[in-house]
């Protein structure tokens, strides 16, 4: 059972649009959701994250946001640029566990043409 | 700041030969280090938790007897492919937890170890 659903799979933005990722999770107790860029051969890189007691946070030119009731959250990116390809993973943990495990999505493969 | 690193970044081996992957929080200790392992155009599959002093938590169908961990301090996580297969060849990458930075439920990634097993 996949419990954080991530879509689309792939992505096509020029230069300058907003590419925009959603993910939606199942398991009400999750309260930690941040999301990761990976370029290829690389680890992945925390991006942004939020907790659910606000409905969006915005650092630079990324934006998260969050519905609570509808159990859903989404990555906005701005102006994209050709350097903002790469794969997005968003994910969800509980912040009250013991051992914080992250459950990932699938993944957005985000290419920005020039 | 929040820096992990593994060692070595990439390794080809014989199959029926070990491989030792190190990961190291820099700035940091960690209260956990996770590993994980990815195939090519896919999401990170978690493989085992682990705390510095206690023995890996591994999750379901991942041979705790083929991939040995070893947190053996704050700061340093070994992950032990042995008896390595064709199969096992993959992209792993490790993740900690800070102690001592920030919430400890953030996790921050290694660069991750390319293993490809001949």
């Known amino acids: 059972q996949q419990q954080v659903k991530q879509s689309p799979q792939s992505l096509i933005v020029q230069k300058g649009g907003i590419s925009i990722i959603n993910c939606a999770y199942e398991?009400?107790?999750?309260?930690?959701f941040p999301w990761y860029q990976q370029f290829p051969g690389k680890g992945p890189a925390l991006l942004i994250a939020?907790?659910?007691?606000?409905s969006e946070k915005k650092e630079g030119r990324f934006t998260i946001s969050f519905n609570k009731s509808a159990k859903q959250f989404s990555l906005h990116i701005m102006d994209s640029q050709p350097g903002d390809s790469a794969t997005y993973f968003c994910?969800?943990?509980?912040?009250?566990?013991?051992?914080?495990?992250?459950?990932f999505g699938k993944g957005t493969l985000l290419t920005v043409n020039p | 700041g929040a820096v992990v690193s593994q060692h070595p970044s990439w390794v080809i081996c014989k199959s029926g030969t070990s491989v030792k992957i190190e990961c190291r929080s820099l700035?940091?200790?960690?209260?956990?280090m996770f590993w994980y392992r990815q195939f090519p155009k896919q999401s990170l599959m978690l493989m085992a938790t682990?705390?510095?002093?206690?023995?890996?938590?591994?999750e379901q169908g991942v041979e705790k007897d083929k991939f040995l961990i070893n947190h053996a301090s704050l700061t340093l996580s070994t992950l032990t492919v042995t008896s390595a297969h064709p199969e096992d060849s993959s992209f792993y990458i490790c993740?900690?937890?800070?102690?001592?930075?920030?919430?400890?439920?953030?996790?921050?990634f290694g660069p991750g170890t390319r293993l490809t097993v001949t």
């Open positions: 993740s900690a937890s800070p102690r001592d930075r920030g919430p400890a439920y953030e996790q921050y």
């Open positions: 398991n009400t107790a999750f309260d930690y």
């Open positions: 939020i907790r659910p007691d606000v």
């Open positions: 994910a969800a943990s509980m912040s009250g566990g013991s051992n914080y495990k992250l459950t």
């Open positions: 700035d940091f200790q960690a209260t956990t």
């Open positions: 682990s705390n510095e002093g206690s023995k890996a938590t591994y």
